[in-house]
């Protein structure tokens, strides 16, 4: 009865255990990755406003006569505000960014000088100009949301000279044509499923040369001359960005 009793025990003990074995084995915790990391893309279009400072220099020059080649005026300094809007392209090849951009701007920047002997030291002869337009390039390095650029094209501009006496004045108005370099930043501040908004510094130098000015018969005693103008324009703005496929790409 004993040696049963302990083959019975015994068998029992061994069916637990097979039983055992035939169980699955638990699932382990499923594994959660990491989100990749988000990094914005400039590719895309946008449009913007801007304003600031335009501070210039120019000179009057006599075109013809015995005097011709001598300063009217010598060097004197202009200033004014711009403010105006803006519209451009960019593209995105991994951190390089190049594109365009077309602005125009109102400007009230002038100023004047009086006339240096041998011309009459009672005239005073002024500078304004009253608008500026470039269309330039722009190539830039993209630092995720944040963007250096140098930036480079020609410029227009609507420029006027005056030239005074107690006995009147007479003016012309000319558009002039010239280069503008500059650099600027570009900070995406505000992200949404269309694009973003940013926020821009920039610094713009444009050369209009020079141009012949007072060229016509008048009867103040004004002489013809050549205009040397030079801008500098520093200006802060905010563009509205549509990008093409969203705000933002996942990086590998």
Known sequence: MKTFLVTAIALVGLGSNASAADQPAARAAPVVKAAAPVKFSWTG????????????????I????????TTITGNFRLKGSIAGGALGCDYQIEQTVIGFEND???TDQHGSAPD?????VRATSSTREKWIDTLRGRVGYAFDHFLLYGTGGVAFAGTGVTVSLASGSISESRTRTGLA?????????????WGAVSLKLEYLHADFGSRQYINQPNPLPAA???????????????????????????TK
């Open 116 to 120: 240096r002997p041998p011309f009459n």
């Open 104 to 106: 125009a701007s109102w």
């Open 45 to 60: 279009c946008y449009v913007g406003v801007s304003g600031g400072g335009n501070w210039g220099d120019s000179e009057q």
């Open 62 to 69: 006599a075109r013809s006569g015995n005097t011709a080649g």
């Open 181 to 193: 370099v500059g650099v600027g930043s570009e900070w995406a501040a505000w992200l949404t499923s």
């Open 224 to 250: 013809t001359r050549d205009l040397k103008l030079t801008d500098d324009i520093v200006r802060a703005g905010i563009n509205v960005r549509f990008n093409w496929g969203g705000a933002a790409v996942v």
